[in-house]
């Protein structure tokens, strides 16, 4: 199968959430289109995504969820799992590792990194914490794949080098620093300022 | 003018957080495509975009920054300014307020809400804290209309519930649980797990 396009890796990880939900919720069949409702698209967008992944398994109850769900893990996820690291375990890194621990099989949070004697090899968040000087040893040992990037602004660029230097193939980089990374290196950036600047752009065009 | 496109306003934040960087690096002209090459998009969206928002001067030497920076903000600014408020200020919400507060002028951090004593009442993150039973009062008396919602999941849909009762008109919301609001109040729902899964996702496809 070829590569699937960013947008639509984003809509199957948001499908399968919401599918994990409707399990919890002992929902065992749902329709695309309240598949689409949960998640404020429409369903001809649920349904090409699913047809993209080869899923036309349609029953008169609507989708399978459970199998809908081992479809969408099939696509997405690395059958042998990756291993993933919070590099700078701050307020934010410390929130996104109890948000993120265990939350995927598929997908090990399996150590933080900081320079910070009070948090090195303590278990924060339920991770444990590494020193900068380990960074290599480290993701070698460990065979990190996945970093997410949490260091305050001053040291993004110069972290988020040394990180694919040692074998980091995937960043998602959560500073204010936007980063360059050679090819081969997939990365992933968030600034929270858009988003809010977003909502309120809309909220005054609203009031308008 | 007509309200610009999600995706618009999300490139023209990205824009000018680029532009306040060149004024720092003391560049004060900038060209289309160095621009698009810093936020790995091509100069052809740059360009429509700024024409979108009738940006038309383009000179010798590129864009004039400062000139640039302040169309973009008469368009995406509330003239008058907007407060926001953080709801839930354990880690994620005081990392949002530390990296958030004083960023912009036009969107001021004006409040927290938490319902733990030892937070009540104190500034947190350079914030203050107000009660949740306070709620009403505080929305109204501050006049917050934006809020960036960072609750424990379990009570996710029911603070923003009230936060829109009590006239909040724009939500971004970090929880896992995504949301329903009435027409006429915006929200953005940011969900980390799908940003993780998508860096996980093209490292995989990277190695076959």
Do not use: W
Not at 63 to 82: A, F, P
């Amino acid at each position: 199968m070829k590569t699937l396009p960013a947008k639509t890796v984003e809509r199957l990880s948001e499908y399968r959430r919401t599918l994990m939900e409707c399990l919890k919720e002992n929902k065992n069949y749902i329709f695309s289109h309240n598949l689409a409702a949960r998640l404020h698209i429409t369903a001809v967008q649920v349904r090409r995504d699913l047809m993209l992944i080869g899923y036309t398994s349609v029953l008169r109850k609507g989708y399978d969820v459970k199998v809908l769900i081992e479809t969408i893990s099939r696509i997405i996820d690395s059958e042998q799992g990756m291993n993933v690291a919070i590099i700078g375990i701050g307020n934010l890194g410390r929130a996104l590792a109890a948000y993120f621990k265990g939350k995927r099989s598929k997908l090990n949070l399996i150590a933080s990194f900081d320079n910070d004697p009070q948090k090195i090899n303590k278990v924060i968040s339920g991770v444990k914490c590494y020193p900068y000087h380990d960074l290599e040893k480290t993701i070698k040992e460990l065979d990190i794949e996945v970093a997410i990037l949490t260091v305050p602004a001053d040291f993004a660029r110069e972290i988020a080098e040394e990180t694919v230097r040692y074998g980091i193939k995937g960043i998602l980089n959560f500073t204010t620093v936007p980063l360059n990374v050679p090819s081969g290196v997939y990365l992933e950036e968030y600034d929270m300022i858009t988003s809010i600047e977003k909502v309120a752009y809309f909220v005054k065009e609203n009031k308008l």
